[in-house]
């Protein structure tokens, strides 16, 4: 089993920032890619970033710019800072990731974010 744990979510006013943060445990070997994705009431299940072991990011056009993804491999954990959020970057965030050894994709809960205009 891996369990991954989403935190950082909440309520901000457009042009604010939040720092999500998304940490594994269970079955961690070694953590191959990790990514973010997140889902607005309605719609589908939408990429937002993703890094690799190596520190390679990629951005979705909708956050280029804005968001800044990273982790610490030490740590498990992987991070979202979100800056001059917008009131269409509201959605659950969801962040998931693959290990070398034990495959995945492995999802976690999901955090809350709601940017108010």
């Known amino acids: 089993q891996v369990q991954l744990v989403e935190s950082g979510g909440g309520l901000v006013q457009a042009g604010g920032s939040l720092r999500l943060s998304c940490a594994a445990s269970?079955?961690?070997?070694?953590?191959?890619?990790m990514s973010w994705y997140r889902q607005a009431p309605g719609q589908q299940r939408e990429w937002v970033a993703q890094?690799?072991?190596?520190?390679?990011?990629t951005y979705a056009d909708s956050v280029k710019g804005r968001f800044t993804i990273s982790r610490d491999n030490a740590k498990n954990t992987m991070y979202l800072q979100m800056n001059f959020l917008k009131p269409e970057d509201t959605a659950v965030y969801y962040c998931?990731?693959?290990?070398?050894?034990?495959?995945?994709?492995?999802w976690g809960q999901g955090t809350q974010v709601t940017v108010s205009s």
């Open positions: 998931n990731l693959r290990d070398f050894t034990s495959g995945g994709p492995y």
């Open positions: 890094i690799t072991r190596g520190g390679t990011t």
């Open positions: 269970g079955r961690i070997f070694m953590i191959n890619n």
